[in-house]
T-cell receptor, first 115, second 112 residues
């Protein structure tokens, strides 16, 4: 079946503009995660959705960051008033806790460049 | 909070040789999962291998195997018969009912 997909693949924006990043999880996966990866660094957790439960937003770095998810499907990560420090690859992952494993499967990421 | 440490920022290995990547972690929990992910230049994170902490047997996946030392909180990855396609960043990760906690990664270069 199809894996996790993300769009756009690359996004260049000007400082101060808003951006929206999209993630399509694997069909049937109830959990969805957003991570940020700065150049040469590991992954930082941003936000986690599990089914219809309230999302875990504990990783969001500021109130300029928000995310939504419609049911158990698509998620959108929005960054308002972008700053140069927001430049990074944003990775989405999904998993299915109802199986014996919670292995997360990742999308190809969106590379965001803020000029 | 759990932490994951990868002490080798960069490593290289000759093609067909064996290389071991180190990972240590800190947790007070007893049941958890550990993962190794590979990230080639395409930036796609690919699961390499996973280990359940309650299993004593070390996980293996073809040329990839782990040395899981629970008491020492160590989880190293051994790559046998290294291939050029193994060139990538390798991330060790910890999971227990939370988002994955990642190490900073080890950049592995396989040399022909």
């Amino acid at each position: 079946g199809a894996g996790v997909s993300q769009s756009p693949s690359n996004k260049v924006t000007e400082k101060g503009k808003d951006v929206e990043l999209r993630c399509d999880p694997i069909s049937g996966h109830t959990a969805l995660y957003w991570y940020r990866q700065r150049l040469g660094q590991g992954l930082e957790f941003l936000i986690y959705f599990q089914g219809n439960s309230a999302p875990d937003k504990s990783g969001l770095p500021s109130d300029r960051f928000s995310a939504e998810r419609t049911g158990e499907s698509v998620s959108t990560l929005t960054i308002q008033r972008t700053q140069q420090e927001d430049s990074a690859v944003y990775l989405c992952a999904s998993s299915s806790p109802y199986l014996s494993t919670d292995t997360q499967y990742f999308g190809p990421g969106t590379r965001l460049t803020v000029l | 909070a759990q932490t994951v440490t990868q002490s080798q920022p960069e490593m290289s290995v000759q093609e067909a040789e064996t290389v071991t990547l180190s990972c240590t972690y800190d947790t007070s929990e007893s049941n958890y999962y550990l993962f190794w992910y590979k990230q080639p230049p395409s930036r796609q994170m690919i699961l390499v291998i996973r280990q359940e902490a309650y299993k004593q047997q070390n996980a293996t996946e073809n040329r990839f195997s782990v040395n899981f030392q629970k008491a020492a909180k160590s989880f190293s990855l051994k790559i046998s018969d290294s291939q050029l396609g193994d060139t990538a960043m390798y991330f060790c990760a910890f999971w227990l009912n939370t988002p994955l906690v990642f190490g900073k990664g080890t950049r592995l270069s396989v040399i022909a």
